[in-house]
């Protein structure tokens, strides 16, 4: 990968794939400003990188065009919005700001600097998709009043805003249609699936499968997606190109492997299905791999077990007693 940039706005970049974005761009020698409000973010993502040269943070929402960050800037990749199913639902209007002025705040930011723009959009602009596996020429099946719309529309309305930006100034941007991420960091209550089953499994309780179990979803492991967002920005494909892992599997296949993976004996539960819950997820990524050169190295059993061993860290009698 050709790298070549010096300083980078990364809203989002307390949260769970924008702290791991901080850290690659770091060891890539670029400089970061982290942009953050910390509505679903956490302190504690960036104790490390605050003790690093070359980041610093501009605690501030984005919805309410703060004051742009001194110095240069030659890339803005904009994650800052809430994005568990638990968290959006609980701010709907936080959501559809962080998708609508938040962009265009990040966007006239990168403008202003002529520097390059990366959106981080979703899987969930496919909605509950009638194409199988989802390419980035489908254009989707979105219920557009119903409470996962928040997001969806948000997410939405953000890509048709940087198209926009292409065509009317001619803005050097790309759209990352990320699928479905875990890792290392997620909060243990953001109401995801993977936190969700590893804390249930880990205490003993039992792992509440919302539906059938039969909806898929093909999951990606953190250092994977960050490769690929950081492919992307580097390139000069205007996307969207989906950024995900094609490995599609149930729900219930998930729970049954993170059960296996911890050796718990937790039964499964069954739950109440989601509204409008998307039944089949899974990316297309021929375009990654022609334009950008990528493709998802690491597989769920090693991904899952990475990600169980640092929720098993941080629960661990030992953890407690350091806090003390
Ligand atoms: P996250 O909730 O951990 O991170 C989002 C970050 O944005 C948090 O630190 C939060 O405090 C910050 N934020 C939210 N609103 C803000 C505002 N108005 N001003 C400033 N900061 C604000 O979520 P994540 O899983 O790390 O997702 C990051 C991005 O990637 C999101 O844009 C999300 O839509 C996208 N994405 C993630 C996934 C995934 O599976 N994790 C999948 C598709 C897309
Ligand atoms: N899910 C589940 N149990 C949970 C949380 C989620 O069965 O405790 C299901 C959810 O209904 C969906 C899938 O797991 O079918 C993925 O949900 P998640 O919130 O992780 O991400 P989404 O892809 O829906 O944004």
Redesign the pocket.
């Given at each position: 990968m050709d790298w070549n940039f010096t300083r980078a706005v990364v809203?989002?970049?307390?949260?769970?794939?924008?702290s791991h974005l901080c850290e690659r761009l770091l060891s890539l020698g670029t400089q970061v400003v982290c942009?953050?409000?910390?509505?679903?973010?956490?302190r504690e993502?960036l104790w490390e990188l605050l003790k690093t040269p070359g980041f610093s943070l501009l605690e501030?929402?984005?919805?309410?065009w703060p004051s742009e960050p001194p110095g240069p800037i030659d890339l803005v990749l904009?994650?800052?919005?809430?994005?568990?199913p638990r968290?959006y639902l609980r701010l709907p209007f936080?959501t559809l700001?962080?998708g609508s002025a938040?962009t265009a705040w990040a966007l006239d930011l990168a403008r202003r600097h002529h520097a390059r723009f990366l959106l981080?959009?979703?899987?969930?602009v496919y909605g509950d998709p009638e194409q199988h596996p989802q390419r980035e020429d489908y254009w989707g099946n979105v219920n557009p009043i119903g409470p996962r719309s928040v997001?969806d529309e948000a997410?939405r309305y953000a890509e048709a805003y940087t198209a926009a930006a292409r065509r009317e100034w001619e803005a050097d941007v790309t759209i990352a249609?990320?699928?479905?991420?875990?890792g290392p960091?997620?909060?243990a209550d953001?109401g995801?699936m993977i936190p969700a089953f590893i804390g249930q499994a880990l205490r003993g309780e039992p792992l509440t499968v919302a539906g059938s179990g039969t909806q898929t979803r093909s999951i990606c492991y953190v250092d994977d997606?960050v490769s690929g967002l950081l492919a992307l920005a580097a390139g000069a494909h205007s996307g969207p190109v989906n950024i995900g892992n094609p490995h599609e599997l149930t729900v219930l296949a998930i729970a049954e492997e993170i059960r296996r993976l911890t050796g718990s004996e937790s039964p499964i539960a069954r739950i109440a299905a989601a509204e409008d819950d998307p039944r089949r997820r899974c990316p297309d990524i021929g375009l990654a791999r022609a334009a950008l050169g990528w493709a998802p190295e690491i597989g769920p059993a090693e991904g899952l077990a990475r990600t169980i061993d640092w929720f098993a860290a941080r629960t661990s009698p030992a953890r407690e007693t350091e806090k003390i």
């Open positions: 809203t989002g970049g307390a949260g769970f794939v924008g942009v953050d409000n910390f509505t679903t973010g956490d993502n501030a929402d984005v919805t309410r904009h994650l800052a919005c809430p994005a568990s968290d936080e700001a962080a938040g981080a959009s979703t899987s969930e997001y997410k249609r990320i699928f479905n991420t875990y960091r997620m909060r953001d995801r997606t």
